[in-house]
Each structure stands twice: as C-alpha cells, then as structure tokens.
C-alpha cells in the first residue's frame, strides 16, 4: 500500500482491539498491539501483528513500549487508544478504588501513553491519535456512573487535545461505539452484582443485570469487526472526522439524549432494560 503507517493499538488482545489490529495489519499496516495477555494475542502474529506485553496503568511499560516501537520503526504515526473496560455499580456502593482503577485504566492509561507519543509525532509534524470513546460518553445509564464519568473525560480531554495539537500536524479522533458483542457486558455487570449484593440497591440492580443480558445478547447488537472498519477509515482517511458515532443505538440514544428532557431521558434509562 501506498502509505503504510506505524500503528501501536492498545487492548488489542479481544474484542474491538483485537478485530481492529488484525484487519489493520491485513490492510498493510505495521501494527504493533499491546495488552497484558501475550497469550492471546497470539494468533494476531498470522496476520503479522506484532504483539507487545503492556498495561497502561503502569508508566515504565508504556515507557517501554513506545522505546521499542521507535528503536525498530524511527516514528509512531498512529496511537490507537483502546484498552479500557466498565465497572458497573450504585456510586454509593462502588468502593473508590475500584472507581480510581476506573479512571487509571480508561483515562490515565490512556493520557500516559499519549503524553509519550507526543513528542515524536511533533518532531515528524504528523501523526493521529484515536481514541475509542463510547456513546456512553454522551449519557449516563443506570448504575454505570464510573464508567460513564471516565468516558466523559476522555471525549473532554480528546477535544482539548484536538485543538492543542492541531498545530503540529496531528490529528486527534473519537469513535463512539454503541453495543458491541464483546466481553465488555459480562465484566460490567459481574461488577454490578458484586458490588450491590448487600446493599440497598439489589432489587434494582438484579433487574438491570437481567435486562442488560437480553440486551447485549440479541442479535442486533454490532460485532467488534463493525468498529474495526471505522478505526480503519479513520486511519486511512487523509481528513478525518473529529468523531465517529457506530454501532447498535449509539445514534438513537444520543439523539433522545439530545432532544428529551432529563428526567425523560432519566426515565427511559431506568426502566427500558
């Protein structure tokens, strides 16, 4: 291909890391995917991913991977920030360090490896950070609250570093995905129930748990491969847009976010699952 790029992707071993990587890789691209199960990332080698151990949570492996990196390909041309997952629960029920380890995963992880990047991509006067985001990102549903505050902070820290970095050539994307099939509800919702099984919201929380299920599984729901394509058109694309919105009801539920009133909005959160 004409303009093959650099691409390091976290959170690679599953799901829309994973899907995203490999038909990255099979595109021509140099993809270097790092997550902390090498074992699983195993099979990505066949389509000519490189895979790499790292956990965003911790500064010397990102550190270490960005050396790598650049020690063998002299440049990063893309960041694809993917690693992330939800912890479900009531905010009184949710322990704070499960809510720190919340934000240390979906927002610093994704601000240290960024902020790493950064200089290398000034110094070529080019490159593209992408960051998967949610259309959870754009409301808040009942008993995601962590969640949904880490994700808020990455469409806001995605905006300011659009415009701070604009200058240097970089582009800085957004993708929004709606319900996906992966791994991602059935992590949430252990959560939920984990968390709430004493406490005063477990009626409500096992009824949420039980909706979330039959709404995660039907067939409707998006496969990983689906935002595996946006990430692409999102890498290839010379103008990219600062935002895609993909994926089963991520444009339905930000709509009526926009338009309904709150306690509407509210409302159709608490008692549509």
């Given at each position: ?9 976290t959170g690679?071993?599953?799901g829309?890391?994973?899907e995203s ?14 997550a902390?199960?090498?074992?699983k990332m195993e ?15 911790n500064e010397?492996?990102?550190a ?8 063998k ?8 920030n ?5 912890s ?8 704070l ?23 290398y991509m000034r ?9 998967i985001?949610?259309?959870?990102g ?5 008993f995601g609250?962590w969640?949904?505050a880490s ?5 806001a820290?995605?905006?300011?570093l ?7 050539g970089?582009d800085?994307?957004?993708?929004e995905?709606g ?8 992590i949430?919702l252990?959560?939920l ?5 004493n ?9 949420v ?5 039959k ?6 729901a998006?496969k ?5 394509k946006?990430?692409l ?14 994926g ?16 509407a909005?509210?409302?159709?959160m608490?008692?549509s699952?």
């Open positions: 291909m004409k303009d093959k790029k650099v691409i390091l992707i690679a071993s599953s829309m890391g994973y990587a490999k038909l990255l890789a099979k595109e021509g691209h140099i993809v270097y995917g790092g902390r199960s090498l074992d099979s990505l080698k066949d389509f000519g991913v490189i895979p790499l151990y790292l956990d965003v949570t010397q492996s990102c270490d991977v960005v050396k790598t990196i650049i020690e390909e002299g440049k990063i041309d893309v960041l694809i993917n690693a992330g997952y939800g479900f629960g009531a905010i009184e029920d949710v322990t360090d499960e809510a720190r380890k919340q934000f240390e995963v979906n927002v610093f992880g994704l601000a240290s490896l960024t902020k790493k990047i950064l200089p110094e070529n006067k080019n490159g593209r950070i992408i960051n985001s949610s259309m959870g754009k409301f808040v549903s009942y609250g969640y949904h994700k808020y902070a990455v469409e820290l995605s905006d300011a659009r415009m701070e970095v604009s200058e240097f970089i800085v994307v957004l993708i995905p319900i996906i099939k992966t791994c991602w509800d059935s949430a252990d959560n129930e984990q968390c709430c099984q406490g005063a919201y477990k009626n409500s929380a096992l009824k748990i039980s909706g979330m299920k709404f995660y599984n039907c067939k409707l998006s990983p491969t689906l935002i595996a946006i990430v058109k999102a890498v290839n694309t010379q103008k990219p847009k600062a935002r895609y919105l993909a089963f009801c991520a444009k339905l539920l930000v709509f009526l976010r926009a338009v309904l009133p709150e306690k909005f509210d409302f159709i608490k008692h699952l």
